[in-house]
Structures are given as C-alpha cells and as structure tokens.
C-alpha cells in the first residue's frame, strides 16, 4: 500500500501562484507520481507526471505556466502552478503510478490521494 497526501490548496486571484505537495509513504512498487484535477461536472483531467528519474510530462493546457519536481529523499513531488486562471479551479489529485510509459490516463494510476482545492477568482 502507498498512502498519498496532498497539500497546498487555496483560494488565489488570477494571475497568482500556488504550490501543490504531495507526501508519499514509501516509494517501494512505484516508477512516477502524477497530478490530475477534477472541476465539478468534468473528468478527471491530466495536469503533469514525474518519474522518479526525473523525466516530466504535461498538458498542453498547463505547459509553461505549472511545473513538476520530485524530492526522492522526501518520497515527496510537488506542482508549482504560476499565472493561475480561473479555468484552472477544481480538486487536484496527486497519484502513484507502478508503470513505464505515459501516464496521462487515471488507469495508469493504482494509488491516489484525497485531492486538494484550488480556486482561482477572476
């Protein structure tokens, strides 16, 4: 089991930033960690991953603006999201995924947290 706790979550106006953690257990069974959001009435979308080697992945609508960090002596990743709009409001996600490849997909994940606010006023 990996338990995942996010942290981080807050009102801010647009234009500002927000920094998202989240802590792993263990690392043990898991080769990236990855964040998705959810808005009410939407899917649960892809916002960026992180192998614990280092290589990131994002989404287009995030690239430039939120960028994606691992503290592998902490079992830790972070997102920091800059600019912020008010599109970018939901519950964010932190999860761990065991496998090779892309991790843009929910069922690529095996482990999740219980998600974090983020509300962006215009």
């Known amino acids: 089991q990996v338990q995942l706790v996010e942290s981080g979550g807050g009102l801010v106006q647009a234009g500002g930033s927000l920094r998202l953690s989240c802590a792993a257990s263990?690392?043990?069974?898991?080769?990236?960690m990855g964040w998705f959001r959810q808005a009410p009435g939407k899917e649960r979308e892809f916002v960026a991953a992180?192998?614990?080697?280092?290589?990131?992945y994002y989404a287009d609508s995030v690239k430039g603006r939120f960028t994606i960090s691992g503290d592998n002596a902490k079992n830790t990743v972070y997102l920091q999201m800059n600019s912020l709009k008010p599109e970018d409001t939901a519950v964010y996600y932190c999860?761990?995924?065991?496998?090779?490849?892309?991790?843009?997909?929910?069922?690529?994940?095996?482990?999740w947290g219980q998600g974090t606010q983020v509300t962006v006023s215009s």
């Open positions: 999860a761990a995924s065991p496998y090779y490849g892309s991790y843009s997909m929910p069922s690529q994940y095996n482990y």
């Open positions: 992180i192998r614990w080697s280092g290589s990131t």
């Open positions: 263990r690392r043990a069974f898991t080769v990236a």
